[in-house]
Each structure stands twice: as C-alpha cells, then as structure tokens.
C-alpha cells in the first residue's frame, strides 16, 4: 500500500510549477472601489515605492479580442491589466543569488473586475519563490504594494 501511494504522490510533486500556479499566487479583494480608483492607487503604490510601471498590459482587451475566435465568446474579465515595474536593488539580489531568476523580472501586479461584481477590483501576483533574503524583499514589495493600494482605493467617492 505505501509503495503504491508513493507512485501515486510523487508524480504530482514532480509538477512543474505552473501546474501548481494556485499557490505561486497570492490575491487581494477592495470591495467596495471602482476599477479606476483602485488602478490609480495601484499606479500610486507602485510608484510610492520610487519604482515607475511600464506600459500595462492590457489582457483583459488581449482575450475579448480574440475570444469569438477560439470560441470562448463569454468574457472572463470586465478589466483588466498587468503592471510590470522593477527594483533595481531588489533586481540586483535576485540576479547574485540566482542568475536564471531573470524570468522573475520584472514583478508584476495584476489588477481585474469580474462580470457582475459590482464594485469590487482584484489584485493577484505572483509569489516570487525561493528561501533568500532577495526573495523575501520581493515578497514584501508586493505586499506592501498590495496594502497600499487597499488603503487608498477606496478614497474618492463611490457615488455614481
């Protein structure tokens, strides 16, 4: 029985990462904030970390674009972008302790509306993985960044 439960467990621990991508992210929910507001504070923490956000990605526009195509006519998203932004300090860690963690950079936060959540915005990003001290200097400018744009995505009014 042991022997049979191992060839069945270790495969799955064997996975790569993305298959596992539930636990490489990390989400946050502002309720009640409107899309704009809370892209405005997002934009704010990013750079109230001294950091400036590249272009977004807009993926949201990406998947209703092609989605009749690939018959997936249904959105997913009402909005939704993707803000790249670096640290060079936290950058420059990441790299000496592990040159291939180039494909971690630059962070990113994700920043969405769903079809019928009135009044709620999502953030996800990933969680920059690994047990060094750049890593947890990661960790903690997303959190922060997170934190920051809860605090202030609520702000302005809410009135229509």
């Known amino acids: 029985?042991?022997?049979?439960?191992?060839?069945?467990?270790?495969?799955?621990?064997?996975?790569?990462?993305?298959?596992?991508?539930?636990?490489?992210i990390d989400t946050l929910s502002l309720h009640p904030a409107r899309y704009a507001d809370a892209r405005e504070a997002l934009v704010d923490a990013i750079e109230g970390e001294g950091l400036v956000p590249a272009p977004p990605s807009r993926f949201g526009e990406m998947l209703a674009r092609t989605g009749k195509d690939l018959g997936q006519p249904d959105p997913v998203y009402e909005e939704a972008e993707v803000l790249h932004f670096c640290s060079a300090p936290?950058?420059?860690?990441?790299a000496r302790a592990n040159p291939a963690n180039i494909a971690g950079c630059p962070l990113s936060m994700a920043i969405y509306t769903l079809p019928g959540e009135d009044r709620r915005v999502h953030l996800a990003?990933?969680?920059?993985?690994?047990?060094?001290?750049?890593?947890?200097?990661?960790?903690?400018?997303l959190t922060r960044i997170a934190q920051q744009t809860r605090q202030n995505a609520g702000r302005s009014s809410l009135n229509p």
């Open 1 to 24: 029985m042991r022997h049979l439960l191992l060839k069945l467990i270790l495969p799955l621990a064997l996975l790569p990462s993305q298959a596992r991508a539930s636990n490489d």
């Open 90 to 94: 936290i950058a420059w860690q990441l």
């Open 125 to 141: 990003w990933h969680i920059p993985q690994g047990n060094t001290p750049a890593h947890a200097a990661a960790r903690q400018l």
